[in-house]
């Protein structure tokens, strides 16, 4: 009897233990979040990436509330958006941010949202009265890594890269900018936290600056110290802005003179057309550079955008780039090429944020999002709406709902054709 007894608690022992390793094997593939990486998500066309600040009044004193952040995620999930890129961890959104996201993982195990955690990084008397010492970084970095460094270490499944600084080594940023061997500091800072064991292995590290920053313009920026940094970085993260180089750059903006037989709507589609190529002719141009390094290195775009609102240089009275229309085109354009050719865009950005700049309501900086501040899905996203994505969704209360109540024929009033190459104007 106690032979045959220990047999069959073995045969218990047994089947309880396989009972165990499949509710494992189960709960894992529920929380498919758990073990997924930044290697696994970056340039994969199934984690659509966007740049949010979640910001609603025109001073960053008011901070998105947790229930308002968790209103905003619903939204992005609808869209299929599944990474999020932030700024900074000196105020509360980012560690807010998250809390967000676990508490709606917690609600509901099928969601799932990831974090690019950005840590601001400054010069020497940036933001003060004091003219500011691009030779030498502020000490308040030092805090600003270390605030990154503990939200990575409790979100690991949320936070999957730290990008160090924001167009922070380019030189027109002249608040602020420092030089490269600042962020090639704080990059092994956090590089070898990992090798110690004080960060995830698997968190990947970076920093995010305009495309000349990363030697693909003026050979003024490839110095060793960029060379250093790009070994350094898992990966390379760019930022390109056509939109402001119709400004800036306009060569390839304006109709051309093989154009004029089109209709209104094809010559800006073809406009737009050169829009992209200008993207990709900078990506080209950062990858040329880092491969004559002898760098293999993803190369991924941390921001690129297109307003819809400006009185400014992107306006009627300037390159009329400014839009709707366009802005949807574009994003259609740059996510296709992207999806296609395996490359992460953390398009700029989700929502309008009115205080970027608060003393010019209709400034072209307070209008790059595809949503609207009180909630109406913007000409890029009517699709959506009307595949009710957005169904049982709010935005402060309000329902998501088109811009222009959906008429496209409303919102053609406010497209302009861009100026011709001999400045000939002509509208709809």
Known sequence: ???????????????????????????????????????????????????YGGYRKSSREFQPSIAQLKEDMKMLKAMNIKILRTYNVQLAQASNLLKAINQLKMEDETFEMYVMLGAWIDCKNAWTDKEPDHNEESLQNESEINRAVALANQYPDIVKVIAVGNESMIRWATSYYVQPSV?????????????EGKLSKDLWITSSDDFASWGGGEESYQIKDLEDLIKAVDYVSMHTYPYHNTHYNPQ?????????????????????????????????????????????KPIHIGET????????????????????????????????????????????????????????QKGSENHFGLITVDGKAKYALWDMVDEDMFKGLTRGGNPITKTYDGDKSEMMKSVELPVSKEVLTVSF
């Open 183 to 195: 962020i090639l500091k704080w990059v092994n800072y956090l590089q070898n936290l990992k090798k």
């Open 252 to 296: 390839f903006w304006g109709i051309d003179n093989t154009e004029y037989n089109l209709s209104s709507e094809e010559k800006i589609e073809a406009a737009m057309q050169r829009a992209l190529k200008f993207a990709q002719k900078q990506y080209e141009a950062v990858s040329v550079y880092v491969e004559s390094l002898g760098v293999k």
């Open 1 to 51: 009897m106690t032979q045959r007894h220990n047999i069959i608690l073995t045969l218990l022992f047994i089947v309880l233990m396989l009972s165990c390793n499949q509710e494992q094997k189960s709960k894992k593939s529920m929380h498919p979040q758990n073990s997924i990486i930044a290697k696994d998500i970056l340039g994969n066309p199934n984690y659509l990436a966007i740049s």
């Open 305 to 360: 955008g297109w307003a819809t609102v400006s009185n400014g240089h992107y306006g009627p009275n300037g390159s009329k780039a400014t839009d709707e229309f366009k802005e949807a085109l574009y994003y259609k354009y740059i996510r296709e090429w992207t999806n296609k050719e395996g490359i992460s865009c953390f398009y700029f950005e989700a929502f309008d944020e009115p205080w970027k700049d608060a003393h010019n």
